[in-house]
């Protein structure tokens, strides 16, 4: 027993080199049970689409592990060689693995599935996409809209224009108007800038961008980002502090009808679009006012992100995995998933107030067929917001450090919403680790191909 | 190797040299001497001191147990009267029991900390039973070294095997398994070799002499004589292991990745990420979930109250 | 039927670790010897076994560790000393030993002697002790992960029932749990808690001081508070160093209830560099970046670390520590 146990570990080996030769080409039906993580059912939209790709994978029994992603336990999962068959990631996820060789190109299963990339938002796909070779199914985008609450602002004398971000000072002198505090704590948020979530999106706002175009160069420290850090923490300072906020913030009921709009308490903020049909369910009634997130100049922006299927290293029916993965976001299975959404709303006398796929021939067609024009107020503007978001989007480009690249400048937020480092310290110090995680991830990649 | 037990282990202090209770009183394993009468002040001043005492420790159980009384509470309550910090709910409601039901395996998670719980703390007690009474009984050359190395292998913190132990476990397919939660229990654990042979070393030797003259053997004195005569130590054995066991979250944070196998404080770990801050701030299935996790230990030391106390009380003294 | 050898239990004069002196005899074992040092290694054969698997071969393979670059999925390379230069540059590295440090040096003089006053106030209650001793050791079955809800809950800045008794007594609570200086002193306060049972061990050591001690202490005139420092202090002092060293050993291993509260999966957001700690940055790296090479090497420091300061400690007590019985 000991003997074995040493022998065993004699000397650490990788376990990800076993042939290479993956066969996403089934022959017959896949069958077995396969195991899917990091994906949950949860409403309509997934459920419908679950269904649907379960039903023609006839002879699979799908297992889901539900929660979001635990990266620490996939990965284990992976080194330890019984890695789910299908793993469901955010997209600025795929390229850590990918570059770890924890998950598969999937190129061959494009083909052999006949996924039709084009029809993918072009941002999304691009997320996934490494020298040429992709590594995900992308599917859902997320966008930014400005929210805020109509009450509040006009009590102020202010309108949703002085909160949509094209004029900072507009922004900070609204934060003020809107805040409260009662005995000397927080009552009313009067702007959130979101931190450290959308620092990219305040960066892009005023021209930069965090990471070159080729993946390659970060360009954190550079003084349009200072200052956009500046400005944003500069809106938590106003309100006692971002712990003050965020200890605030933390307690409310979001998801509720007890959400900080409903009572009254947040100002305004933008938030992803998705929020827009969580207000419109749980509170109907509260006062809202909705816009894109805007440039100075006055156009819409939007920081796309969104989740991508992809097949694990080990994986042991990568053919059906590639098949799941097809069959939850090709169009016919959005526009049922949407049907489905648009008949429960309709039933509760509520607005289908939209999804955003992340494949555009569904949004499309959910769009046209779908999604009212003429919605009751503000649930209009919230739709048009939203759409407007979609067709101003960004991302960041690929990259096979893109998980270490986000914890670096999300860090540098951090310690200066903690009050350890000022905006330009802390981004120079995020600007020194980021680069070298994408110098080492780039070197290895490039070693290797 | 094993869970460390999260009571005070004792330190291998390099004076070793505290007297023994157990020792002093071989027929027994009872518990420690009855309280000392309180200092004799007399008249006035005494009642007052009392008052005062009473007071002071009446204010600390307040402070012990509110927070498990709050906990409960609120996981009566609805999810906007969480933080009302109300004793009594002011809207009481199970519903949070059936939405944490719904929303995680929890009879799952509860049946595999069982299976854990159970093989972990009966393998240690087994084993290391074993191993005490292998110091304690024999006699040889190199006992006393040897037995300083078992002591010394309690000073080494759990982090630094981590890694190995893990790549260990890997090679042989089993992570992903809960097996490294409890195989390694099969063999001992230093805490309670020390323990136990504390234990063991307090017995009267003419059980063993009698024995000897009626033919038994090593395995039978031990397992005929030994263990019943030590029965409290093993029961305090299991339940230590069985509690580090159960509160564990290290190992299956690292060990288990599939929802099914999770444990049940894993389990509470993936609905804090999910429903807690950063997450869905859903504070009314978290703190019901608490409740499930937490419950099953409440009733555990009431059930093995006598030896929790004393046991405890044990460890210290023996350093 | 073997060893029909006299069992070697200890007389109950000699107890504990002071067990009857092993013959010093430097000849060949006798046969009879050999069967029962043989009859002793079967008992004992269990703990070899995992002693060598999974404590020193582990420790070895470490160090070995230590020098590579390795991820699991692809194979080690050998890197030398990168690792540890690589350490002496992590500005993590160093924040997470200065947390552990702090949160250990307020965590375990605090913890001690909240643990001896409320030990003395139970040695106060002659009948009642027995109540008061449950409930104070209660909170010590509560998973970590429930602590750290708990903590979570209780030290909420705007809702928390602990800002909401500051409040009481004009005190306006910090954001315990959230605010960058607040943090560990919430962690400190949580982990006194769970003191029960350290209180149980410091009560069982006061019940074992002899009352003579005190009269006489009485006779010459001595307070409460003379007697204490005096008579109570000296007498317990063993398992005072006990209490210390344990938590000592446990305050450098944090990491569960800092763990619960402030990481995880999808709490990136909430990641908080106040309560990174050196067991805390070590699972990071080992187990969430899969850097099993680097993690090895800190763990290594970190093993100096607690050894260091166990060393000290023992250094110090022998100084300090008076135990029963002994010679001076």
């Given at each position: 027993?000991?003997?074995?146990a040493?022998?065993?570990?004699?000397?650490a080996?990788?376990?990800?080199?076993?042939?290479?030769d993956v066969d996403f080409?089934?022959?017959?039906?896949?069958?077995?049970?396969?195991?899917?993580?990091?994906?949950?059912t949860?409403?309509?939209i997934?459920?419908?689409r679950?269904d649907?790709?379960?039903?023609?994978?006839?002879?699979?029994?799908?297992?889901l592990?539900?929660?979001e992603?635990?990266?620490?336990?996939?990965?284990?999962?992976?080194?330890s060689?019984?890695?789910?068959d299908?793993?469901?990631?955010?997209?600025?996820?795929?390229?850590t693995?990918?570059s770890?060789?924890?998950i598969?190109?999937?190129?061959e299963?494009?083909?052999?599935?006949?996924?039709?990339l084009?029809?993918?938002?072009?941002t999304?796909?691009?997320?996934?996409?490494?020298?040429?070779?992709v590594?995900?199914?992308?599917?859902f985008?997320?966008?930014q809209?400005?929210?805020?609450?109509?009450?509040?602002?006009?009590a102020?004398?202010?309108?949703?224009?002085?909160v949509?971000?094209?004029?900072?000072?507009?922004?900070?002198?609204a934060?003020?108007?809107?805040?409260?505090?009662?005995?000397?704590t927080?009552?009313?948020?009067?702007?959130?800038?979101?931190?450290?979530?959308f620092l990219?999106?305040w960066?892009?706002?005023a021209?930069?961008d965090?990471?070159?175009?080729?993946?390659?160069?970060?360009?954190?420290?550079?003084?349009?980002v200072v200052?956009?850090l500046?400005?944003a923490?500069?809106?938590?300072d106003?309100?006692?502090g971002?712990?003050?906020?965020?200890?605030?913030?933390?307690?409310?009921?979001?998801?509720g009808a007890?959400?900080?709009?409903?009572?009254?308490?947040?100002?305004a903020?933008?938030?992803?679009q998705?929020?827009?049909?969580?207000?419109?369910?749980?509170s109907?009634?509260a006062?809202m006012?909705?816009?894109?997130?805007?440039?100075p100049?006055?156009d819409?922006?939007?920081?796309?992100?969104?989740s991508a299927?992809a097949v694990p290293?080990?994986?042991?029916?990568?053919?059906?995995?590639?098949?799941?993965a097809?069959?939850?976001?090709?169009t016919?299975?959005?526009?049922q998933a949407?049907?489905?959404?648009?008949?429960?709303?309709?039933?509760?006398?509520l607005?289908?107030?939209?999804?955003l796929?992340?494949?555009e021939?569904?949004d499309e067609?959910i769009?046209?067929d779908?999604?009212?024009d003429?919605?009751?107020?503000p649930?209009?503007d919230?739709?048009d917001?939203?759409y407007?978001?979609?067709?101003?989007t960004f991302a960041?480009?690929?990259?096979?450090?893109?998980?270490?690249f986000?914890?670096?400048?999300?860090?540098?937020?951090?310690?200066?919403?903690?009050g350890?480092?000022?905006?330009a310290?802390a981004?120079?110090?995020?600007?020194?680790?980021?680069?070298?995680?994408l110098?080492?991830?780039?070197?290895r990649?490039d070693?290797?191909? | 190797?094993?869970?460390?037990?999260?009571?005070p282990?004792p330190?291998?202090s390099?004076?070793?040299?505290?007297?023994?209770?157990a020792?002093?009183?071989p027929?027994?394993?009872?518990?420690p001497?009855p309280?000392r009468?309180?200092p004799s002040?007399?008249?006035p001043?005494?009642?007052?001191?009392r008052?005062v005492?009473l007071?002071a420790?009446?204010?600390a159980?307040?402070?012990?147990?509110?927070?498990?009384l709050?906990?409960?509470?609120?996981s009566?309550?609805?999810?906007?009267e969480?933080?009302?910090?109300?004793?009594?709910?002011?809207?009481?409601?199970?519903d949070?029991?059936?939405?944490v039901?719904q929303?995680?395996?929890?009879?799952l998670?509860?049946?595999n900390t069982?299976?854990?719980?159970?093989?972990?703390?009966?393998l240690?007690?087994?084993?290391s039973?074993l191993?005490a009474?292998g110091?304690a009984?024999?006699?040889?050359?190199?006992r006393?070294p040897?037995?300083?190395?078992?002591?010394?292998?309690?000073?080494?913190?759990?982090?630094?095997?981590?890694?190995p132990?893990f790549?260990?476990?890997n090679q042989?397919?089993?992570?992903?398994?809960?097996?490294?939660?409890?195989?390694?229990?099969?063999?001992?654990?230093?805490?309670?070799?020390?323990?136990?042979r504390?234990?063991?070393?307090?017995l009267?030797?003419?059980p063993f002499?009698a024995?000897?003259l009626d033919?038994?053997?090593?395995?039978?004195m031990?397992?005929r004589?030994?263990v019943?005569l030590?029965r409290?130590?093993?029961?305090?054995?299991?339940?230590?292991?069985a509690?580090?066991?159960?509160?564990?979250?290290?190992?299956?944070?690292?060990?288990?990745?599939?929802?099914?196998?999770?444990t049940?404080?894993?389990?509470l770990?993936?609905?804090?990420d999910?429903?807690?801050p950063?997450g869905?701030?859903q504070?009314?299935?978290v703190?019901?979930?608490?409740v499930?996790?937490?419950?099953?230990?409440?009733l555990?030391?009431?059930?093995g109250?006598r030896?929790?106390?004393e046991?405890?009380?044990?460890?210290?003294s023996?350093? | 039927?073997?060893?029909?050898v006299?069992?070697?239990?200890?007389?109950?004069?000699t107890?504990g670790?002071?067990?009857a002196?092993?013959?010093r005899?430097?000849a060949?074992?006798?046969?009879?010897?050999r069967r029962?040092?043989n009859a002793?290694l079967?008992?004992?054969?269990p703990?070899?076994?995992g002693?060598?698997?999974?404590t020193?071969w582990?420790i070895?393979?470490?160090?070995?560790l230590?020098?590579?670059d390795?991820?699991?999925?692809?194979?080690?390379t050998?890197?030398?000393?990168?690792?540890?230069r690589e350490?002496?540059q992590?500005?993590?590295?160093?924040?997470?030993?200065?947390?552990?440090?702090?949160?250990?040096?307020?965590?375990v003089p605090?913890?001690?002697?909240?643990a001896?006053?409320?030990?003395?106030?139970?040695n106060?209650?002659?009948?009642?002790a027995g109540f008061?001793?449950?409930?104070?050791?209660?909170?010590?079955?509560?998973?970590?992960?429930a602590?750290?809800?708990?903590?979570?809950?209780l030290?909420?800045?705007?809702y928390?029932i602990v800002?909401e008794?500051?409040?009481w007594v004009g005190?306006q609570?910090?954001s315990?749990?959230?605010?960058?200086d607040?943090?560990?002193?919430?962690?400190?306060?949580?982990s006194l808690w769970?003191?029960?049972s350290?209180?149980?061990?410091l009560?069982a050591?006061?019940?074992?001081?002899p009352?003579d001690?005190y009269?006489?202490?009485?006779v010459?005139?001595a307070?409460?508070?003379r007697?204490?420092?005096?008579?109570?202090?000296?007498?317990?002092?063993?398992?005072l160093?006990?209490?210390?060293?344990?938590?000592?050993i446990a305050?450098?291993?944090?990491?569960?209830?800092a763990?619960?509260?402030?990481f995880g999966?999808?709490?990136s957001?909430?990641?908080?560099d106040?309560?990174?700690?050196?067991?805390i940055?070590l699972?990071q790296?080992g187990?969430q970046?899969?850097?099993?090479g680097?993690?090895?090497?800190?763990a290594?420091?970190?093993?100096?670390?607690i050894?260091l300061?166990?060393?000290?400690?023992?250094?110090?007590?022998?100084?300090?520590?008076?135990y029963?019985?002994e010679?001076?």
């Amino acid at each position: 027993m000991v003997v074995a146990a040493l022998a065993l570990t004699g000397c650490a080996q990788g376990t990800g080199d076993e042939g290479a030769d993956v066969d996403f080409s089934a022959d017959g039906s896949p069958s077995g049970e396969r195991s899917v993580m990091g994906f949950g059912t949860g409403d309509e939209i997934g459920e419908v689409r679950y269904d649907r790709a379960t039903q023609d994978l006839e002879g699979v029994d799908v297992r889901l592990a539900e929660g979001e992603l635990d990266i620490q336990a996939f990965l284990s999962a992976v080194a330890s060689g019984n890695p789910p068959d299908l793993v469901y990631a955010n997209r600025d996820q795929i390229g850590t693995f990918a570059s770890r060789d924890a998950i598969l190109p999937l190129d061959e299963c494009v083909d052999a599935e006949g996924v039709d990339l084009d029809a993918f938002v072009d941002t999304a796909v691009e997320q996934v996409t490494f020298d040429g070779s992709v590594y995900g199914i992308p599917e859902f985008n997320q966008v930014q809209v400005t929210m805020a609450n109509a009450d509040l602002l006009s009590a102020a004398g202010l309108t949703v224009d002085d909160v949509n971000g094209s004029d900072r000072d507009a922004v900070t002198a609204a934060n003020e108007a809107l805040m409260r505090t009662a005995g000397g704590t927080l009552s009313v948020i009067g702007f959130d800038s979101k931190l450290p979530e959308f620092l990219p999106l305040w960066a892009k706002a005023a021209g930069a961008d965090l990471l070159s175009e080729d993946g390659r160069t970060a360009q954190l420290d550079a003084p349009e980002v200072v200052e956009a850090l500046e400005w944003a923490v500069g809106i938590y300072d106003a309100q006692g502090g971002f712990p003050a906020v965020k200890t605030y913030r933390d307690s409310a009921d979001f998801f509720g009808a007890g959400n900080q709009f409903a009572t009254g308490v947040l100002g305004a903020m933008p938030m992803e679009q998705w929020y827009i049909n969580v207000l419109n369910e749980s509170s109907p009634d509260a006062p809202m006012a909705f816009d894109a997130v805007r440039t100075p100049g006055g156009d819409a922006i939007a920081f796309a992100s969104g989740s991508a299927w992809a097949v694990p290293r080990g994986s042991e029916n990568p053919a059906a995995a590639c098949r799941f993965a097809r069959l939850m976001t090709e169009t016919d299975a959005w526009v049922q998933a949407a049907q489905a959404r648009a008949d429960a709303r309709a039933q509760d006398g509520l607005v289908f107030t939209g999804v955003l796929t992340g494949n555009e021939e569904a949004d499309e067609q959910i769009r046209a067929d779908l999604v009212p024009d003429d919605a009751p107020q503000p649930w209009q503007d919230a739709i048009d917001a939203m759409y407007e978001a979609n067709d101003a989007t960004f991302a960041l480009p690929a990259n096979p450090a893109d998980n270490e690249f986000e914890t670096a400048w999300q860090d540098a937020v951090n310690r200066v919403l903690n009050g350890q480092q000022e905006p330009a310290d802390a981004l120079a110090q995020a600007q020194d680790e980021a680069q070298q995680a994408l110098d080492d991830a780039w070197a290895r990649w490039d070693e290797e191909d | 190797m094993t869970t460390a037990p999260s009571f005070p282990r004792p330190a291998v202090s390099g004076a070793g040299a505290a007297t023994d209770p157990a020792a002093g009183t071989p027929e027994t394993l009872g518990p420690p001497p009855p309280a000392r009468p309180a200092p004799s002040a007399r008249g006035p001043r005494r009642r007052w001191l009392r008052a005062v005492v009473l007071a002071a420790l009446v204010l600390a159980t307040v402070a012990f147990v509110y927070p498990l009384l709050w906990l409960l509470s609120a996981s009566f309550k609805p999810r906007a009267e969480v933080f009302d910090n109300r004793l009594v709910p002011r809207t009481f409601t199970l519903d949070n029991y059936v939405t944490v039901w719904q929303e995680a395996p929890l009879a799952l998670w509860l049946g595999n900390t069982v299976v854990v719980t159970v093989l972990a703390a009966g393998l240690v007690t087994v084993s290391s039973a074993l191993v005490a009474w292998g110091f304690a009984f024999f006699r040889f050359r190199g006992r006393g070294p040897l037995f300083g190395l078992v002591l010394a292998t309690m000073m080494l913190p759990g982090a630094v095997t981590m890694i190995p132990t893990f790549l260990i476990w890997n090679q042989l397919g089993l992570v992903g398994t809960n097996v490294p939660l409890w195989a390694g229990n099969l063999f001992a654990s230093a805490f309670y070799v020390f323990l136990l042979r504390q234990f063991f070393l307090g017995l009267p030797r003419e059980p063993f002499e009698a024995a000897r003259l009626d033919g038994a053997n090593n395995w039978q004195m031990f397992w005929r004589i030994a263990v019943p005569l030590c029965r409290p130590a093993l029961v305090l054995t299991f339940l230590f292991e069985a509690q580090a066991s159960w509160t564990d979250l290290m190992r299956p944070l690292i060990y288990l990745q599939d929802s099914s196998t999770f444990t049940i404080p894993r389990g509470l770990k993936a609905l804090i990420d999910q429903f807690g801050p950063g997450g869905e701030s859903q504070w009314e299935v978290v703190v019901t979930a608490s409740v499930i996790t937490t419950l099953p230990m409440i009733l555990l030391f009431f059930l093995g109250q006598r030896h929790f106390v004393e046991g405890v009380a044990t460890t210290g003294s023996k350093g | 039927m073997t060893t029909p050898v006299a069992p070697a239990l200890p007389t109950p004069a000699t107890g504990g670790s002071r067990e009857a002196p092993v013959r010093r005899r430097r000849a060949r074992p006798s046969p009879s010897e050999r069967r029962e040092r043989n009859a002793a290694l079967r008992f004992i054969s269990p703990w070899i076994v995992g002693f060598v698997v999974f404590t020193a071969w582990p420790i070895l393979y470490s160090a070995y560790l230590s020098l590579t670059d390795y991820d699991v999925i692809n194979d080690p390379t050998f890197v030398g000393l990168d690792n540890y230069r690589e350490m002496a540059q992590d500005p993590k590295v160093a924040l997470s030993l200065w947390n552990t440090l702090v949160y250990t040096v307020v965590q375990v003089p605090l913890y001690t002697v909240v643990a001896l006053a409320l030990a003395l106030l139970l040695n106060q209650a002659a009948r009642s002790a027995g109540f008061f001793r449950t409930a104070f050791f209660i909170p010590k079955m509560t998973p970590p992960v429930a602590v750290g809800v708990l903590l979570l809950l209780l030290f909420n800045g705007q809702y928390g029932i602990v800002n909401e008794v500051l409040s009481w007594v004009g005190i306006q609570g910090p954001s315990w749990t959230t605010d960058q200086d607040w943090i560990k002193p919430g962690l400190v306060l949580i982990s006194l808690w769970t003191v029960g049972s350290a209180v149980i061990i410091l009560l069982a050591a006061l019940r074992n001081v002899p009352n003579d001690l005190y009269d006489a202490a009485r006779v010459d005139g001595a307070g409460f508070w003379r007697r204490t420092r005096a008579v109570t202090v000296p007498m317990i002092s063993g398992a005072l160093f006990f209490v210390v060293v344990i938590n000592t050993i446990a305050g450098f291993q944090m990491f569960t209830e800092a763990y619960s509260a402030y990481f995880g999966a999808g709490n990136s957001t909430y990641r908080n560099d106040a309560a990174l700690f050196c067991v805390i940055y070590l699972f990071q790296e080992g187990f969430q970046e899969l850097h099993m090479g680097y993690a090895s090497a800190l763990a290594w420091l970190l093993f100096v670390v607690i050894m260091l300061v166990t060393v000290v400690q023992l250094v110090v007590s022998r100084r300090l520590v008076y135990y029963e019985g002994e010679q001076r």
